[in-house]
């Protein structure tokens, strides 16, 4: 039911299924979007209204940040433009040390190692303590070392830090 809603809606946006088979509706799947760019939506996030392309939708997911609080727990995630509304928020949270900060990443790259950072911790076993994205800070230096030897953030140079 799920696969034939996903198709559905994607019919009615004028999008084009790029994966050969249904993967689940909490999976990527590659999509070509109406006006042709390619994009990996969750079925189950287009069917509670999230949009199917971030490029349409203005969200280049172009910022990647760690943040931490008295080092207790860590988290990273991505955000697009500026990044000091989203940090602001995780500042409120507790978790106000800005650990690592770059803008303006190519197109792909903090989604990308966000998948990479998520699929490292799982992989080395660690649960986050909450959501998708924190974890405890024994987990930061394999975070740190998945960012910092990532070809484009060693384009980039060093941390980002902004004016608050």
Known sequence: MAEAAFRARLAELGATLLEPTWLGANTTHRVRCAAGHDCTPRPGNIRSGDGLCRACAGKAWDAL???ADDLDVVKFGITSGDPRPRLSVHRRDGLDQIVRLFTGLPDGIARELEDTLRAALRDAREEPVRGREYFPARALPLILD???????IRAVGPNITPDD
């Open 65 to 67: 940040y760690v943040v």
């Open 146 to 152: 998945l960012i910092d030897h990532h070809p484009a």
